[in-house]
């Protein structure tokens, strides 16, 4: 398995060359998002300290592009165009598997969709610079001075471990998805009962109310609307109160791996209902 040529690469060499640059782009994108919210987070969709976006990334431009290391320009403009292709691409996957957009470009300019912008696509290409010239000779002595067999005994234990942190994160992440969706769901099925109540003029006016309130204050947001209405007040407080009850309790099953990805993506928002992960958070901090 190791010899295995892979476009004339080594497969051993790959592996290697993968998992390297993945735990690099763990330093990186931990420090990063640490220093703006001013508190350790352990970046990446994995427990473990990989971002394997990173790895797949440097390892593809660096087999596409190792030929040009006397051509900067060109290393670039191809890196910075691959490295925008995976990144659309991975967001794209992981939202349709998961229902959620993991990071969102929305408030930077020239940006498509909210999963990819310039200014990420310009450090691509000057990432893509640096590996080649810097980066990349030090990642092959590194790799160089593994001794053979050494290597690829760890190779398979950390093809054990990966392999078993992608499963379970998997997992638990397929379970967050199924939360969301009931947790919209329930939103969603309390706003069609106090649309039927007229204690709103219009639904967009229901929806936009709701959407100003977090779940903590919505009885006594809606107090005013619900005491005027005095033949249904007991029925609606009673909806009201089945609907948090409900709410609270599936919000309230976190596990240490939910809240891990809460934490690691902090611009995250669900395709079920762009407010439900903020409740989430709310609920987090209020508990």
Not at 139 to 151: C, H, K, L, Y
Not at 194 to 206: G, I, M, N, P
Request: net charge neutral; charged share 25%; glycine share 6%.
């Amino acid at each position: 398995m190791w010899s295995l040529q892979i476009f004339g690469f080594e497969f051993y060499f790959l592996f290697y060359n993968f998992f390297f640059y993945s735990f690099f782009g763990w330093i990186y994108e931990s420090c990063l998002v640490s220093f703006q919210n001013k508190t350790w987070v352990n970046r990446g969709f994995l427990n473990g300290p990989v971002v394997p976006i990173y790895g797949a990334g440097a390892t593809i431009v660096y087999m596409c592009l190792f030929w040009a290391a006397d051509q900067p320009v060109f290393i670039f403009i191809l890196g910075m165009l691959a490295a925008t292709v995976l990144e659309y691409a991975t967001s794209y996957m992981m939202e349709k598997l998961f229902h959620a957009k993991w990071w969102d470009y929305s408030n930077y300019k020239y940006n498509f969709q909210g999963r990819i912008c310039l200014l990420a696509s310009l450090l691509w290409g000057f990432l893509s610079l640096l590996m080649t010239d810097v980066l990349q000779p030090f990642m092959n002595s590194v790799i160089e001075g593994i001794p053979r067999q050494a290597g690829e005994i760890a190779g398979y234990f950390i093809f054990l471990v990966f392999g078993t942190d992608f499963a379970v994160t998997a997992a638990y992440t397929l379970q967050l998805d199924k939360k969301l969706e009931e947790l919209a769901r329930y939103r969603e099925e309390f706003m069609d009962y106090l649309e039927k109540t007229r204690l709103y003029e219009t639904r967009e006016e229901l929806r936009e109310r709701m959407e100003s309130l977090s779940i903590r204050n919505m009885k006594e947001g809606l107090r005013e609307k619900i005491e005027g209405q005095i033949e249904k007040r007991e029925e609606i407080e009673g909806r009201l109160h089945g609907f948090l009850q409900a709410f609270e309790h599936r919000a309230g099953l976190q596990s240490k791996i939910e809240k891990r990805l809460l934490r690691a993506f902090p611009t995250m928002k669900s395709t079920w209902d762009e407010n439900i992960i903020t409740e989430l958070r709310r609920h987090k901090k209020m508990k």
